[in-house]
């Protein structure tokens, strides 16, 4: 049973133009998300995250938006470029008492020239 | 500042010998968490610890797995018994306080049990 869902295993963009890569959730109490970049054979880069009281969040070229009605979160790439290219996990925190985080299985994303 | 130090990069085991993953946190961080990849999967939390305790193991498998985070010295995560199916990256984070921050992940020990 998935809490965290990335439904687009791959994405493909052009470089300069927007990526938007998507998560769904199921847990309402989720309180806390963030998003992760992974290169191959590395581990997870921290990116930037949203507290649940909150709906949007931006870091320079990133900006993470939260629907929580709709248990939906994006992060919005702009401009794309190609050292983009990697594999994002979404992730969920249940936060107060919890300490481990939820991941998605990640969207590969390529940023072609 | 170092970052999370993970050690081995690489760890080969044949099926029923012990490994022993070792993961230093950052300086100042008193947070642990280890997680699992399995190929084409996402990370899956296994344990989290403080300096002594184990707070959460609740994504532990019952056997043949534990941690520790000792007062002196890195957290090791044990695997007696390895069998091809332990055969994953396991991931190493660390983090300051447990509420609102991002934990910091270490490099990885790709285990292979052959």
């Keep these: 049973d998935q809490q965290v869902k990335q439904n687009s295993p791959s994405l493909s963009v052009q470089e300069g133009r927007i990526s938007i890569l998507n998560c769904d959730y199921t847990n309402s109490m989720f309180d806390y998300f963030l998003w992760y970049k992974k290169y191959p054979a590395e581990g997870p880069t921290f990116l930037i995250s949203i507290s649940s009281i909150k709906d949007k969040n931006e870091d320079g070229r990133f900006t993470v938006f939260l629907n929580k009605s709709a248990k939906h979160l994006s992060l919005h790439i702009v401009p794309s470029q190609p050292g983009d290219s990697a594999v994002y996990f979404c992730a969920a925190s249940l936060g107060g008492s919890q300490g481990n985080l939820i991941f998605g299985k990640g969207t590969k994303l390529s940023v072609k020239p | ?114």
């Excluded at chain 2, 084409?40 to 707070?55: A, D, P, R, T």
């Excluded at chain 2, 994953?88 to 990885?108: H, K, L």
């Design chain 2, 1 to 114: 500042n170092a970052g999370v130090m993970q050690n081995p990069r690489h760890l080969v085991r044949r099926r029923g010998q012990e490994a022993r993953l070792r993961c230093s946190p950052m300086k100042g961080h008193s947070h642990v968490y280890w997680y699992r990849q399995l190929p084409e999967e996402g990370l899956k939390f296994m344990v989290y610890l403080q300096k002594e305790n184990i707070i959460d193991e609740s994504g532990m498998p019952k056997e043949r797995f534990s941690a520790e985070f000792p007062k002196e010295g890195p957290s090791i995560l044990r695997i007696q018994q390895v069998v091809r199916g332990d055969s994953a990256a396991y991931f190493c984070a660390s983090s300051p306080y447990i509420v609102d921050t991002e934990a910091f992940f270490g490099q990885g020990t790709r285990l292979t049990v052959v």
